[in-house]
């Protein structure tokens, strides 16, 4: 019987997994990201709306994310390893099956289900593995995971458009196919971590599997429908950025630029992130708040900005998207406790999947009726900020209206879900014994 360890190791074979899940978000949402260069392109060949295409991009999107649940309850059951390596191998599948499209509906199965669905068994399993490696150190590791998304935009953007003018848009997902079967090599190397806490038998049930019974947890749901708000806007840019700087007159390249800039600011925001959330300088729920209104804000700008401002605007979306990315996981353990990460990870992608269903669409919608993407920006923008509000609800998300406690070393996340207390408790002094209840503004 393999000996279960005191905690996770902080290290060591964690940070090999932490190098296999930027593999595979790169992979993923990287690559989703710089997807949007293609939509013109299929726009034109099938002379379909702007809005048709976007549900190419919405649907994998959605996908994607509403079958999370899934993929963590296979990966609870049978182990991140083989469930990660299925993923890849269906994604790939997706990609060339999409290459000999002749209508939108064959992109709709292709990229949308077949990809989607690849995509689903791929990043929550991958990223709550990646979680249980790790205490002190997990919003780093996440963060540093978390990255692959801007390192992949910031290559393949240019990559991508380069493919696009060199053997077209057919030729360009043949090519993606054949680089997206690298996420099974990725899935072979999540090694499977039995730690204390765990259950002694995989749940049975599918209602068990899935983790819905999290819903329960007060302070859960509130972080669920806030992430669920905030999901309506946040990837719009992922499918919309670079039509919006080609509609600007940019060109491809300029176009290209632009999300390079958002990914570069992404990715180092999400390294300074997660090092900030780890030193305990700040409670996780507050640092959320505050990057999601950001983020809110950072889209906004993008909508308004044009030229040389739609370049500092989308510097600014990408500083402020990146910073939010990693707190969103990173908080889950102490909603959840860490037994029960990969479950609400894939919940936390489910719910994110009705922004990212809606979101796209309702943009290119507005593009349509406006002529360009101000409107579609500015709406979704104010979808970010409801969901800020939201987040306000969470304990610890507004400062405290007692004495500040006294300064120390900050203490590891806690592994049983205490790190978000949702009742107040009461506070007993060793030198006044008598019982005052701690109050929040």
């Known amino acids: 019987m393999t000996p279960k360890p005191a905690g996770p190791p902080d290290g060591g074979w964690g940070w090999v997994v932490a190098a296999a899940a930027f593999a595979v978000n790169g992979l993923s949402y990287g690559l989703l990201r710089s997807l949007g260069l293609a939509l013109p392109d299929l726009a034109e060949h099938f002379d379909r709306s702007t809005q048709d295409t976007a549900w190419v991009s919405a649907l994998a999107l959605a996908v994607q994310q509403a079958a999370s649940p899934v993929g963590s309850a296979l990966s609870t059951r049978w182990g991140a390893r083989p469930v990660v390596m299925v993923g890849g191998v269906l994604t790939s599948l997706g990609f060339v099956f999409s290459a000999f499209a002749h209508s939108l509906l064959h992109l709709y199965l292709g990229l949308g289900v077949l990809a989607g669905s690849g995509w689903a068994l791929v990043f929550a399993p991958a990223l709550g593995t990646l979680s249980r490696y790790f205490s002190r150190r997990r919003v780093l590791a996440v963060g540093l995971a978390l990255t692959g998304n801007g390192a992949s935009s ?64 007060r302070a859960f749901s509130i972080f669920a429908l806030g992430t669920a708000l905030v999901g309506g806007g946040y990837f719009v840019p992922y499918v919309h950025l670079a039509p919006h700087a080609l509609d600007l007159g940019l060109g491809g390249y300029g176009a290209a630029l632009v999300v390079a800039v958002a990914a570069v600011g992404d990715a180092g925001a999400r390294l300074i992130s997660g090092w900030l959330a780890d030193q305990g300088w700040v409670p996780l729920s507050r640092l ?130 205490e790190l978000l207390p949702v009742l107040p408790v009461a506070l007993l002094s060793s030198e006044n014994p008598q019982s005052t209840r701690d109050t929040t503004c």
């Open 154 to 217: 910031l290559l393949l953007a240019p990559t991508l458009q380069f493919l696009l003018d060199t053997f077209g848009w057919r030729g360009a997902l043949l090519l993606l196919g054949a680089i997206t079967l690298h996420l099974a090599p990725c899935g072979a190397l999540l090694r499977p971590l039995v730690l204390p806490g765990d259950p002694l038998a995989p749940p049975r049930g599918p209602l068990a599997a899935l983790g819905l019974g999290l819903f329960a947890r």
């Open 288 to 417: 959320l708040l505050v990057f999601a209104v950001l983020t809110g804000l950072g889209v906004l700008a993008v909508g308004l900005g044009c030229g040389g401002a739609l370049l500092a605007a989308a510097g600014a979306y990408g500083l402020s998207a990146g910073s939010y990315a990693p707190l969103v996981f990173g908080v889950l353990p102490g909603l959840v406790g860490v037994g029960g990460v990969v479950q609400a990870t894939g919940l936390v992608m489910m719910l994110m999947s009705l922004g990212g269903l809606l979101g796209p669409p309702l943009s290119g919608f507005l593009r349509d009726e406006t002529g360009d993407f101000t409107a579609s920006f500015l709406a979704c923008g104010s979808f970010i900020l409801s969901g800020s509000f939201i987040y306000m609800g969470l304990p610890g998300a507004l400062p405290s209206c007692g004495p500040a406690p006294a300064p120390g070393p900050a203490p590891p996340p806690p592994e049983s879900g």
